[in-house]
């Protein structure tokens, strides 16, 4: 699988990395098992893939220690991205950022013993703070972590072009994951440009729409509760038949590529300017080997204008 160098950094990262947060088994249904997983993990060092992405948030701790588990030794070959700063139960009883310098170093910690880390080589804030923590304040903490060699490299998720100039202005800030699908291009703008101007690597989350845009979920779908999709507006009324008619008009230009719908939506993304890699979730191999022959498709730019044509049709951006 084709690599790219994450710039300012020692890291080159394969142009997917896999994203765990299904492998936590909460929000993503009943037929999530520890031994697919497990599987998909090692499915993916085999597809070429080097970094995984995980957070404490995912299954509270289970994705990462599913993840250590499936890794085994090579968790120390590969790069392991996680993140930082979300309490699950924060003060109303739902997930709440928390950046207060105690609870980073403290969340930092517990994550390098989950995941049999001496030094954690990609550390994410997962969203920005909603406890009013200045953000100089929580990136001191990380500093610090990576001053002690806890922590390698510092990252964020979720944060605004205008957020990302401040915090690199701050620190040695290398990345950003932000969402970035063909149902999902907010990222173009401010924030692509603050990226390519500022050498931040931007790393893609959920660039298959939660599955939607693999061409799986046709005509009525339904989810079980355990299922974050049966509340997501995605997946109903008109915006899901908007989704679905994207798809099934990228599945016809795939078929004429040979390529799965999946690896098509992916590549697009890949692509895009300042974008260093994407993070695909799998429950299991097949899924990651479809997407992974996405790989096939890299640095094929008119292969991107007959996608932006099918986009275009479909309202564009
Ligand atoms: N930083 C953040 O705030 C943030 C937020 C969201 C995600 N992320 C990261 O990004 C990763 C990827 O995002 P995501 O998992 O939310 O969404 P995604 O990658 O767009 O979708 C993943 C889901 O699509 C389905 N799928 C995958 N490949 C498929 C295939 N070939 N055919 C059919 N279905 C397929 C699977 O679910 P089913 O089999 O159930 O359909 C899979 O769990 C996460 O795991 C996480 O690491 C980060």
């Known amino acids: 699988m084709h690599t790219r160098p994450l710039p300012g950094t020692d890291l080159s990262?394969?142009?997917?990395?896999?994203?765990?947060?299904?492998?936590?088994?909460?929000?993503?249904?009943?037929?999530?098992?520890?031994?697919?997983?497990?599987?998909?993990?090692?499915a993916a060092l085999d597809l070429g893939v080097n970094w995984f992405d995980t957070a404490p948030l995912y299954g509270e701790g289970h994705a990462d220690a599913v993840l250590a588990r499936a890794l085994g030794?090579?968790?120390?070959?590969?790069?392991?991205?996680?993140?930082?700063?979300?309490?699950?139960?924060?003060?109303?009883?739902?997930?709440?950022?928390?950046?207060?310098?105690?609870h980073i170093r403290a969340d930092a910690e517990a994550s390098l013993r989950r995941l049999g880390l001496d030094c954690i080589p990609l550390l994410q804030i997962h969203w920005p703070c909603e406890r009013g923590t200045p953000l100089a304040d929580s990136l001191g903490a990380l500093v610090r972590l990576q001053e002690d060699g806890l922590v390698r490299h510092i990252g964020l998720c979720n944060y605004s072009?205008?957020?990302?100039?401040?915090?690199?202005?701050?620190?040695?800030?290398?990345?950003?994951?932000?969402?970035?699908?063909?149902?999902?291009?907010?990222?173009?703008?401010?924030?692509?440009?603050?990226?390519v101007d500022l050498g931040v690597g931007a790393l893609a989350y959920e660039p298959l729409c939660r599955g939607l845009l693999t061409g799986r979920y046709q005509g009525a779908v339904s989810f079980p509760d355990t299922d974050q999709r049966s509340w997501d507006e995605r997946f109903q009324g008109a915006r899901l038949r908007h989704g679905q008619g994207l798809t099934a008009d990228l599945a016809r230009a795939a078929a004429r590529l040979g390529v799965?719908?999946?690896?098509?939506?992916?590549?697009?993304?890949?692509?895009?300017?300042?974008?260093?890699?994407?993070?695909?979730?799998?429950?299991?191999?097949?899924?990651?080997?479809?997407?992974?022959?996405?790989?096939?498709?890299?640095?094929?730019?008119?292969?991107?204008?007959?996608?932006?044509?099918?986009?275009?049709?479909?309202?564009?951006?």
Not at 23 to 32: A, I, N, P, Q, R
Not at 179 to 194: C, D, I, K, T, Y
């Open 73 to 102: 030794d090579r968790r120390h070959e590969v790069v392991i991205a996680t993140k930082v700063g979300v309490r699950a139960r924060g003060r109303h009883g739902h997930a709440e950022s928390d950046l207060s310098p105690a």
């Open 161 to 195: 072009a205008e957020a990302l100039r401040e915090a690199r202005a701050l620190a040695p800030v290398v990345s950003l994951q932000t969402p970035l699908s063909l149902l999902r291009r907010a990222f173009e703008g401010p924030l692509q440009r603050a990226c």
């Open 260 to 317: 799965p719908t999946a690896a098509l939506a992916l590549g697009w993304v890949i692509d895009r300017e300042g974008v260093t890699a994407a993070v695909v979730g799998a429950k299991r191999p097949a899924q990651l080997r479809q997407s992974a022959q996405a790989d096939r498709l890299v640095g094929r730019p008119r292969v991107w204008s007959v996608v932006d044509r099918i986009a275009s049709l479909h309202g564009g951006s």
């Open 13 to 42: 990262l394969s142009v997917l990395g896999l994203g765990c947060w299904a492998m936590g088994g909460l929000y993503w249904g009943d037929d999530v098992r520890d031994e697919d997983s497990i599987a998909t993990v090692r």
